[in-house]
């Protein structure tokens, strides 16, 4: 329901209620005492409630004035600090891109990434949203999202797709499992094997099409679990094995909490992209902007999203 009073009529009622006096409420507003006037008839008219009352030359508020007076000081007061605290956090940020990672949170390679941004791009911001992971090419097509960092190079209409990096699949288990030694793991070795997966729905260059499949040979089925985080800590728990993505599994695998062993004797190596709406993908937009730089600072070594 939309209010019936603006806030030019918040304030005409706290300036009478300080001054007393039209003239003076309208020098202090700086409008003319009979555009004031207007006004107060106006907001009378529209509550259909007196404000004030005349007496001896000066106004009185009503008890509708003064209720309005209370509610008028908390909103101004309200939208005068949160002015002042959106000028001074995007002070000189002039483009928000907003930014989000397919299926993992890991975020670690966020503040270097962040560093090379700022120090190459002014006025650009970035933000992480977290609510894109699990479907983000439907986030971006609907404006929740600019950029998606997605496995594989989509080939949806309205997307463009700017190349990352390359990264390994890992078959990962607990310390002192019994294929914890191998160099490379392939589909007879996992027979029986109890499985975490992210997801049973057959993806190209992924673990079904180029380990199960060709062998015809599949691990037993444990859980679907659709947050690589917590297989990757029912893994270090030895509650089951699993296939990721090496980038995401750094910091476990650096913390021996995990074992990453390669996925067949060739690798299984997935490409990643930072997908945009093509609309978005002029050379001068700052989302493309953010993608290229994000591009660069993957080619970096050691960047943290990848495995070198």
Avoid at 112 to 121: D, E, G, N, Q, R
Avoid at 164 to 186: K, Q, S, T
Avoid at 228 to 253: D, F, H, K, M
Wanted: glycine share 6%.
């Amino acid at each position: 329901m939309k209010p019936y009073l603006d806030l030019r009529h918040l304030q005409l009622i706290q300036a009478v209620i300080e001054t007393g006096r039209i003239t003076d409420a309208a020098e202090k507003l700086g409008v003319t005492p009979s555009a004031l006037s207007h006004r107060l008839r106006e907001a009378e008219r529209r509550l259909d409630v007196q404000l004030f009352t005349r007496m001896h030359k000066r106004l009185r508020k009503t008890p509708a004035a003064e209720y309005m007076s209370v509610v008028a000081d908390r909103i101004l007061s309200d939208l005068t600090r949160a002015e002042e605290d959106v000028r001074r956090m995007n002070a000189g940020i002039h483009h928000v891109v907003r930014l989000s990672v397919e299926a993992y949170s890991n975020y670690r390679w966020l503040p270097a990434f962040l560093k090379y941004l700022k120090s190459h791009t002014t006025g650009i911001d970035l933000q992480i949203m977290a609510g894109g992971n699990l479907n983000p090419l439907t986030g971006l097509m609907n404006r929740n999202i600019d950029i998606a960092v997605v496995s594989g190079v989509p080939a949806q209409a309205g997307v463009t797709a700017v190349p990352l990096f390359e990264d390994p699949l890992l078959f990962i288990m607990a310390p002192g499992h019994r294929l914890a030694g191998r160099d490379y793991i392939e589909g007879k070795d996992i027979v029986d094997e109890p499985f975490i997966t992210y997801t049973k729905v057959p993806e190209p260059d992924r673990e079904f099409a180029r380990l199960f499949r060709p062998t015809e040979t599949y691990p037993k089925w444990t859980a679907t679990v659709e947050l690589p985080e917590a297989i990757v800590e029912l893994v270090a728990s030895n509650l089951g094995t699993s296939v990721l993505a090496g980038w995401a599994l750094q910091t476990a695998l650096k913390e021996g909490r995990i074992v990453g062993v390669q996925v067949t004797q060739e690798g299984i190596t997935i490409p990643w992209s930072a997908a945009l709406r093509s609309e978005d993908a002029g050379p001068d937009d700052p989302i493309r902007i953010v993608a290229d730089h994000l591009a660069e600072w993957c080619a970096r070594p050691g960047c943290g999203l990848h495995v070198t």
